[in-house]
């Protein structure tokens, strides 16, 4: 998945947006950042940010070739659902956590497995999930807050990302009347 630095681990910090910039495996998410503004903001050092950050596997999972083709709305939704502006939120193992944007959307994240004590962050055998996606890499620090990749689009299910005109539908959780 690219070589970022897990929290913990020594290395020169960089802000967030250069971490990814530097990971070809993100280069879907980076165009996404510059179409939808949010590459500014992810590039200040005086912001804190957390961003559940989909790979380009995830792009290509929902059959998006190219970030140019989606609606303008449609761009700025995705952004919206991965970035936690304004905070800086570290995975925990058993401490799950209900996160929301600025703009009101929910990432419920959760851990299972076995950790040994003492030895949480490292252990291999804790699984994180936001929204039911498994976290690929948690926890990835630069200066300005953490990454948490993943290889799918949180709320995928929720939500329709594809490739159409429209702009992206999503369901409620209450029926209508």
């Keep these: ?22 990971n070809e495996n993100f280069s879907e998410f980076v ?26 596997k995830a792009f290509q999972q929902a059959g998006i070739t190219n ?3 989606l609606s303008p ?18 995975l925990q193992f058993g401490a799950d956590m209900l ?7 929910n990432i419920v994240v959760s851990s ?3 950790t040994t004590e003492g030895n949480e962050e490292e252990d291999a055998n804790v699984v994180f999930m ?3 996606v498994v976290v690929d890499a948690p926890n990835i620090w630069a200066i300005n807050g953490f990454i948490h990749t993943l290889d799918s689009f949180v709320d995928n299910e929720d939500a329709d ?16 009347s």
């Excluded at 998945?1 to 530097?22: A, H, K, P, W, Y």
């Excluded at 709305?73 to 570290?90: F, S, Y």
């Excluded at 996160?99 to 959307?105: E, I, V």
């Design 161 to 176: 990302i594809s490739t159409s005109t429209s702009s992206p539908s999503f369901s409620s959780s209450s029926s209508p």
């Design 67 to 69: 970030v140019q083709q």
């Design 73 to 90: 709305m449609q761009a700025l939704m995705i952004m919206e659902k991965h970035c936690l502006l304004d905070q800086a939120v570290v």
């Design 112 to 114: 299972s497995g076995v």
């Design 130 to 132: 936001a929204n039911k």
């Design 99 to 105: 996160l929301t944007s600025k703009y009101g959307d």
């Design 31 to 56: 165009a996404l950042a510059w179409r939808t503004g949010y590459a500014q903001r992810l590039d200040d050092k005086q912001s804190k940010v957390t961003v559940f950050a989909p790979s380009n």
């Design 1 to 22: 998945m690219g070589s970022f630095t897990s929290q913990g681990q020594e290395q020169s910090l960089s802000v967030f947006f250069q971490l990814v910039s530097d």
